[in-house]
């Protein structure tokens, strides 16, 4: 089992930033690729960011050049660093696990944290 615990989320102006946080606990943090995913209002969970296996970094069309994924191996954390938020960024941000399949569809992850809420106001 893996659990992961999310923090980091809040209330911002367009145009800020903020840094999600994703702790990991469990099983061996290194045997699973990361992702992001979001669930705005009213709609579906969609793809925001992720690890592929080999440790390369997939990007939103939406988010690409102003979110960055990232990874901490010592202290079991990914982080989604987040710059230019837009009003459309409002949603609640989940982190997942994976142990394999696509890096982009909800279906291949593993594991979910509980969400932390984003809400960026105009």
């Known amino acids: 089992q893996v659990q992961l615990i999310e923090s980091g989320g809040g209330l911002v102006q367009a145009g800020g930033s903020l840094r999600l946080s994703c702790a990991a606990s469990?099983?061996?943090?290194?045997?699973?690729?990361m992702g992001w995913f979001r669930q705005p209002p009213g709609k579906e969970r969609e793809f925001v960011a992720a690890?592929?296996?080999?440790?390369?970094?997939r990007y939103a069309d939406s988010v690409k050049g102003r979110f960055t994924i990232s990874r901490d191996y010592a202290e079991s954390t990914v982080y989604l660093q987040m710059n230019t938020l837009k009003p459309e960024d409002t949603a609640v941000y989940y982190c997942?696990?994976?142990?394999?399949?696509?890096?982009?569809?909800?279906?291949?992850?593993?594991?979910w944290g509980q969400g932390t809420q984003v809400t960026v106001s105009s």
């Open positions: 997942a696990a994976r142990s394999m399949g696509s890096w982009i569809l909800t279906t291949s992850y593993d594991y």
């Open positions: 469990g099983r061996t943090f290194s045997g699973y690729a």
């Open positions: 690890f592929t296996r080999n440790g390369n970094t």
